[in-house]
């Protein structure tokens, strides 16, 4: 099956400071989206991006399907940033979405 | 944002008692899922659904059953909870129509097995 794989696993930032998450995978993908888990449990939809590049704000995420691999980029961090990043994707021919391991954000104010 | 709900939101409860986690979602939508996601870890699925009477076990094994009566409705039920149970449970839909089908997710539920 496709492998998902994100880096770094961990990454302490002080607040202010930009950082950028990377996901790569091993098979072309359909869907492919960036999740934000807050300290709560909650898993919050930063990105719908199977392609292409996006803003929102303080973030912005970009795909190169051709290359298999996709950023999320994270300007002026805030505390509130911290948490858990995961990409998720789906491949062709099934609805199953597939999670990295995820990369573990520390904010420090 | 995407309406779907999960009840209860914690449960603590003891060994031997048979659970039913809720989920719901108001979108319509065909595609549901479950997900069991120990703390900080990944999340593996365990359990899906791609319409009524349609459910399918998921990549990770569990002792858990589910059940797609209605659309709107994807229950998840544990016969009889044991301590290798805790962890928490995340549902999600999706859309079935066109190429652009990114999942929602409820809050979850905190389950401790005592």
């Known amino acids: 099956g496709i492998q998902v794989e994100q880096s770094p696993p961990d990454l302490i930032l002080q607040e202010g400071a930009n950082s950028t998450l990377r996901c790569n995978f091993s098979?072309?993908?359909?869907?492919l989206q960036w999740f934000h888990q807050n300290p709560w449990g909650q898993l919050i939809n930063l990105f719908y991006?199977?392609?292409g590049t996006k803003q929102n704000g303080r973030l912005s995420a970009t795909t190169v399907a051709t290359e298999r691999y996709s950023l999320l980029y994270i300007s002026s961090s805030q505390t509130t940033d911290s948490g858990v990043y995961f990409c998720?994707?789906?491949?062709?021919?099934?609805?199953?979405?597939?999670f990295g391991t995820g990369t573990r954000l520390k904010v420090l104010a | 944002e995407a309406d779907i709900y999960q009840t209860p939101r914690y449960l603590v409860i003891g060994t031997g008692k048979k659970i039913t986690l809720e989920c719901s979602q108001t979108?319509?939508?065909?595609?549901m899922y479950w997900y069991q996601q120990d703390p900080g870890m990944e999340l593996h699925l365990i359990h899906y659904?791609?319409?009524?009477?349609?459910?399918e076990k998921g990549d990770l094994s569990s002792e858990s059953t589910v059940s797609r009566i209605r659309t709107e409705h994807f229950p998840l039920t544990l016969e009889s909870a044991r301590p290798s149970h805790t962890s928490q449970y995340l549902c999600?839909?999706?859309?079935?129509?066109?190429?652009?089908?990114?999942?929602?997710f409820g809050d979850g539920t905190r389950l401790s097995i005592l």
């Open positions: 999600a839909s999706s859309e079935s129509k066109g190429p652009a089908q990114p999942q929602h």
């Open positions: 098979d072309s993908v359909n869907n």
């Open positions: 991006i199977p392609s």
């Open positions: 998720a994707l789906t491949t062709s021919g099934t609805y199953k979405y597939i």
């Open positions: 979108m319509g939508h065909d595609k």
């Open positions: 659904s791609y319409g009524v009477n349609s459910t």
